[in-house]
């Protein structure tokens, strides 16, 4: 390393180094010695290079007690002296600013105050100009020929601009607690004040005057957002329609086309997770964990029943699941797996065997889906109420349902190593379980936000006769992994596909 002239040649970071160096001890003895004696005569602290190894009061060496104990004497005794030890450094320090009077500490607050509103006005000037400009270029293009990725983007580029809008607005209602604090603060200030009344008015006035232009500035904003957001959603109805019409047409609808999941392998057969078409659901661990205390609780209440001869007749079924998708381009297609053992034994039968032999099996719990209205105004979305659930069931059937469970086997994948499983069917569905870190690497899932909203699981969810036990259907499978994989099988199932739009 380069060796200076004098210790103010030295940045404080090359100063460490050169410690460091000395104390690696990784050089030949004469290098070792000549930074030593180097240390010795540019450090200017009276015990020179002992420093390094006989620092006061210790038993220890300057090493043992690291870098910066040797770095505060030196900087300190040159202090001591009026002047700055190291290249760079501010001597004397800055000094702490002197505290201030009342008066003008509360006049700094409302110069803050003043400053977080305009910012605030400024970002809100902004999207709202951006999501009027998105909704008239919206307005005025032609949708009759749009095709499906079209139509996706309008969507999208539609709901981004208004929940971005809807973040500024919120960001600029943050401030109507400090804005009447401060109102507040400074009357009160003013009526007790001793000294420095004109003062004390004169901010009086501003608070006020703030005040009164935030005030009107969120009456405003309110009307104009609502406006906005009422346009926005007659053509984002509108489109999601002709969104629902064109993949029909094109023959990629939830119902016609084959489908592609992908997951996590990671604790797939520890924890229960929601399959998604074209990405993982990215539910976090805790919602994972709710889902499986909510199916548990569920189990232990039918088996209950059954044990103590108090089951409802034919069966009955529990909500374990209720979320919405966030976008309205999303084709909604989802699934659920299960650790099997959450619902049955599974020791004791030769799963690899039933897989072969694409064999069935009775079950005393299947899984289906439906959707329900949510509770009327509970759940918003912006300004939109949300007024539909995709909800998930556990339904305990004591053999009243005359098909079985269809076992499946999945296969590894030479090229990527994932695991696959493809359902039956013309228009199948293959899910591809995948370690984390090869989806935390995947570029085309990179960016992409969390699909679903409202995510909710009951610790204790409430037992109900099913919605429609007549027309009760199952798309369900027990997928069995190769043995290698030291996976336990899964008990996957899919949304019914009656409840995709025509």
């Known amino acids: 390393m380069e060796l200076k002239a004098t210790l103010k040649d030295y940045t404080v970071a090359e100063f460490l180094a050169l410690l460091d160096k000395i104390w690696a001890v990784d050089l030949p003895k004469l290098d070792h010695d000549r ?82 509103v305009a910012v605030s006005e400024q970002a809100l000037e902004t999207a709202i100009g951006h999501f009027q400009r998105t909704i008239n270029d919206q307005r005025g293009q032609k949708r009759l ?29 943050f401030w109507k607690m400090s804005v009447e604090f401060a109102m507040s603060d400074t009357q009160r200030d003013y009526n007790f004040a001793r000294s420095d009344q ?47 019409r064109s ?29 998604l078409a074209g990405g993982p659901a990215k539910l976090w661990l805790s919602q994972q964990k709710d889902l499986q205390k909510s199916i548990r609780s569920a189990v232990a209440e039918f088996t209950w029943q059954h044990t103590a001869g108090e089951s409802v007749e034919g069966h009955a079924s529990a909500a374990v699941l209720h979320f919405e998708f966030s976008s309205r381009a999303d084709t909604q297609v989802y699934g659920l797996s299960v650790p099997l053992a959450e619902l049955v034994v599974s020791e004791g039968r030769d799963w690899q065997s039933l897989a072969a032999n694409k064999a069935e099996v009775e079950l005393p719990f299947r899984i289906n889906t439906q959707v329900v209205p949510a509770k009327p105004g509970t759940m918003f979305k912006g300004l939109r109420e949300v007024k539909t659930l995709s909800q998930v069931y556990i339904n305990a059937l004591q053999g009243a349902h005359p098909s079985g469970v269809r076992v499946r086997a999945a296969r590894q994948e030479e090229q990527s190593g994932a695991l696959s499983f493809t359902a039956d069917g013309d228009a199948p569905i293959t899910v591809s379980w995948l370690d984390q870190v090869a989806l935390e690497t995947d570029s085309s899932m990179a960016g992409k936000p969390n699909r679903l909203g409202f995510i909710y699981s009951s610790p204790v969810p409430r037992l109900e ?30 949304r019914d596909r009656r409840e995709y739009p025509d």
Not at 224 to 241: F, G, I, K, N, T
């Open 247 to 275: 993949r029909t047409l094109a023959g990629v609808g939830p119902a016609q086309a084959a489908i592609a999941m992908t997951a996590s392998v990671d604790f797939a057969d520890k924890y229960p997770d929601v399959l």
């Open 35 to 116: 930074l030593i004696n180097h240390f010795d005569r540019i450090v200017g602290h009276p015990k020179g290079a002992d420093l390094l190894f006989y620092p006061d009061n210790s038993f220890d060496s300057g090493a043992a007690l690291g870098v910066d104990w040797v770095l505060h004497h030196v900087r300190d005794w040159h202090h001591k002296q009026g002047m700055a030890a190291f290249k760079g450094e501010v001597f004397p320090p800055a000094a702490r600013p002197a505290p201030l009077s009342p008066v003008d500490r509360n006049l700094a607050k409302l110069q803050k105050i003043s400053t977080d």
């Open 465 to 494: 006769p099913p919605i429609d036990k007549e027309n009760l259907r199952f798309d369900d499978y027990i997928v069995v992994f190769p043995i290698e994989s030291g996976l336990d099988p899964l008990y996957v199932m899919f």
């Open 145 to 173: 020929n749009a095709n499906v990725a079209e139509l996706e983007t309008t969507i999208r580029s539609l709901e981004r601009a208004q929940e971005e809008t809807h973040t500024a607005v919120k960001k600029l209602g």
């Open 198 to 244: 004109a003062q004390w008015q004169i901010q009086v006035q501003q608070i006020t005057g703030i005040q009164a232009r935030y005030m009107a500035q969120l009456a405003s904003t309110a009307q104009r957002y609502r406006a906005l957001h009422d346009e926005a959603e007659v053509l984002l109805v509108a489109a999601q329609q002709q969104l629902v």
